[in-house]
């Protein structure tokens, strides 16, 4: 394993710490772990692919998703270094550079790949792109980072660091456009005090595959807003896991998706509560329509023995907007002391509610009208709460292409 | 002038074991400019008349007519009954989270006109509707019903039937749940309308009190489907004091 935390700006002790733990279960949980019941932290991770077998479907962790369409990313499809080029809108006090593996502090956040796909990633990484926020700086204007996929017919793998120093505050977005099959891992180190808005956009081209996995240290008493917006691709299967590196910090996870007809779109997300006074709020919001939308949500929340005092909240809400259309959500919840403030989930799939319907068009307004009005209350808190204007702006625009579709697939209902 | 005739009406609502009756023969006519009070006991079904004047698609109307200046009200959808000039205000007005009072009231209003309102005199309207109802301004903002308070909502209702400026109001137990002040509040504001633009109101109530600030012309009582008994306002007055037992036999 390539790491690296000499010249770390954030403090590192607990990183290492990390580091070890992570090493320590692969070397305990050898083997592919197959049983619902076993813990989400227990992951086996290693950076040798050959450590995986091929997932056959059956896995809990692969059951929803559709593996053919991965296009052979887990078996032995190749992967290049390069055919995703970034294009950086850089702010004033945040350095972005594309640095080779080697020269890189890759494996930073204690981040050891837990499948198939990301070890492979990892072992076809050549460069990564790391972004940081020295220590006490402040930025208000989001560093936007637009990776456009150039449509190549082989499969691309990238590395993504980025790092918040000791009582930084910044925001970063990443969009991705074009198309592309591409197998991402990203590391988020937050120093102790830090701030960021980390901001994950696929507005992919409807042919491409993007498999991601992120790993998120809080630091102590920093705080994450961890934003996840899915418009396009075929398939989009990101696994985001948070871990604390100390006492106090807070984790805000928040998700956006709209699902159309033959997309899969599926987010799986880990809050490992391994230290006290530890929070996290997680949001995910998801609307699907037309024949083989499908959507997945997998939120796994593990309260640590050590972690007292901490607060957690999951929700997962889906709009199934036409038939043929299918959104599974699975919140689960690790209690392991007893100790804590707060801790709760809910999921909530249904349709257009029919009194809702009712109250607006009984004040006079048409059917259609109606239904925007209420898809776009649907996501407007999100909007709110993800706080960036470039990104709010975007999705507003998405949604309102996402409602062209459905006005036009309910239009052809009526017609027939 | 304008008037709302309803014939004959029977409606029934689904239920897992098949449909069943609720209301059974309503006759009923309301002019422009009339106040009409409706009292009933509880289930009798007073708003299932209200809903299915408004077009809710749980009450299925089996027999009987709903006609607004000789058209057939029960033929148009629902948005199509509000444009034509009918405002139900709910006994329990829906939340719709997301969707901020400001744009929800003047999405309504550009519906029901056709066209947007001057926005500088509607700001204005808004304004001064919420003050007379003592609506705090913040709630402009907040979403639709959403953490109101049941008399909030109640209100809420109000304020639209002001700014939507109906033909006919059925209000459906606006009065249940205003404590004492709320209540004169929301009589005034009913019948501001009532005085500024010739509104036929249909005032579904138990209590004669929100009677006292707004007068009825007529008073029908509402028993096991359809109306029992017709009067003037002395009509509530009696059946404040002696209740429904005298009709309840009857049925
Ligand atoms: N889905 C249903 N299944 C069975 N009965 C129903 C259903 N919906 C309504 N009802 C019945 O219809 C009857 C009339 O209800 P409605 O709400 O119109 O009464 P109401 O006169 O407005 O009563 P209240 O004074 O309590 O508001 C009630 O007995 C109610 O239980
Ligand atoms: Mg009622």
Redo the contacts between chains.
Sequence with gaps: MTTDTTDSPVETTGLSTDHSRASADAAHSHGVRTSPGTSYADRFASTDPEAFEVPTGREEEWRFTPLRRLRGLLQDAPLRGEGVTADVRGVDGVTVQIVPVAESRRGLSGYVPIDRVSARAWAATEKVMTIDVPAGTEVAEPLVVTLTGDGGSEAVAGHLLVTVGANARASVVVFFEGSATYAENVEIVLGDGAALTFVSYQDWQPDAVHHSNAHAVVGRDAELKHVSVSFGGDLVRHDTTAVYDGPGGSAELLGLYFADAGQHIEHRLFVDHNEPKTRSDVLYKGALQGDGAHSVWIGNVLIRPEAEGIDTYELNRNLVLTDGARADSVPNLEIETGEIEGAGHASATGRF????L??????????E??RR??L??????MIGRIGVDVVGERMLAAIEAELEIAMQTAGAEVDA | MSNLTISDLHVTVETPEGPKQILRGVDLTINSGETHAIMGPNGSGKSTLAYSI????KYQVTQGSVLLDGEEVLEM???E???AGL??A?QY???????SVS??LR??RT??DGKAPALRQWVGEVREAMDDLRIDPAFAER??NEGFSGGEKKRHEIL?MQL?KPRFAILDETDSGLDVDALRIVSEGVNKARSTTDVGVLLITHYTRILQYIKPDHVHVFVDGKVAEQGGPELAEQLEAEGYDRFLAKA
């Design positions: 509610d029919d009194e809702q009712f109250y607006l068009r009984a004040r006079g307004i048409p059917e009208a109606a009005l209420v776009r209350g649907f996501f407007a808190e | 408004a077009g809710h698609p959808s629902v948005d009954r509000a444009r405002f139900l709910m007005p829906v939340e719709v989270p997301g969707v744009n929800f999405t309504a519906a029901i979403s639709v639209q939507l």
